[in-house]
């Protein structure tokens, strides 16, 4: 059996924590090492590895640390910025730990260094650091818009029943912004309901399923008519290719209140 579960940390991150029978573990983007520290004390379990998705302190600031206690490998892009990294991989290399085989796949825009680590399989897995998250995306800070659109077209491609680990709890605040943008969309609607439960109870909204992006995410449906209405309404141009759309909604974005 294998599980996956999420380590809080700071205001929104989530550390993921992969977890085999045998108390082995590995962890994605850990930010922090405290947490990590606790859960691995608490629950008597073992660090084998690492997972990096990209160079932010947020997603690599305990990495040293953890690696340094246990002694384990850490897998990342090969950027000197992330200097505990002992296995630097890239597109197209397999990452075989615990008993998950992930695919890298190359996904700049938010960093130029973004990866992702994709298991395929009867329950597909998704580990995209600042990329896709659950009903939005991360903002263009290093790379280009086209560069960030084709980064999510390539992830849209994977299996719809694939689960959608990201690394933050940001899905309320997405949502809204999507409700802006379609504000007829049925599915979205009840998205945000479910959210809206889960979080006053204070659950986390992820991982989501893939199928629920693209049906749910305008920025994995800027082709889609309604996206464009939406833009247009917004007085934003809404007549470009699909990677001009998705350009015109992330600059919506990052100044939406």
């Given amino acids: 059996m294998r599980t996956v579960r999420p380590i809080r940390a700071f205001s929104d991150n989530y550390i993921w924590l992969l977890e085999a029978d045998d108390g082995r573990v590995v962890v994605v983007d850990p930010g922090d090492a405290d947490p990590v520290a606790d859960e691995l004390s608490s629950r008597q379990l073992t660090l084998s590895a690492i997972l990096v998705t990209h160079h932010h302190f947020d997603h690599t600031g305990g990495v040293a640390e953890l690696a340094t206690a246990w002694g384990c490998p850490v897998y990342g892009p090969a950027n000197p910025a992330i200097a505990a990294i002992t296995h630097p991989v890239a597109a197209g290399d397999q990452v075989e730990v615990l008993n998950y085989r992930f695919e890298v796949i190359a996904v700049p825009g938010h960093t130029l260094d973004h990866i992702a680590y994709f298991e395929a399989g009867e329950e597909p897995l998704l580990f995209c650091g600042d990329t896709l998250f ?5 903002r263009v800070f290093e790379g280009t818009y086209p560069m960030m659109f084709e980064s999510l077209q390539r992830l849209a491609m994977l299996p719809d029943e694939t689960r959608v680990y990201c690394a ?67 007085g934003r141009p809404a007549d470009g290719a699909p990677e001009d759309c998705f350009a015109e909604l992330r600059q919506w974005k990052d100044n939406f209140r």
């Fill in 168 to 234: 933050h709890e940001y899905t309320r605040a997405n949502l809204a912004f999507a409700k802006a943008v379609e504000p007829h969309n049925a599915e979205l609607a009840e998205r945000i309901a479910r959210v809206d439960e889960l979080r006053d109870d204070g659950q986390p909204t992820v991982p989501s399923l893939l199928a629920t992006e693209l049906a749910t995410n305008p920025f994995m449906r800027c082709s889609q008519t309604s996206v464009m209405q939406g833009l247009a309404a917004s």
């Fill in 134 to 138: 659950a009903g939005g995306c991360g």
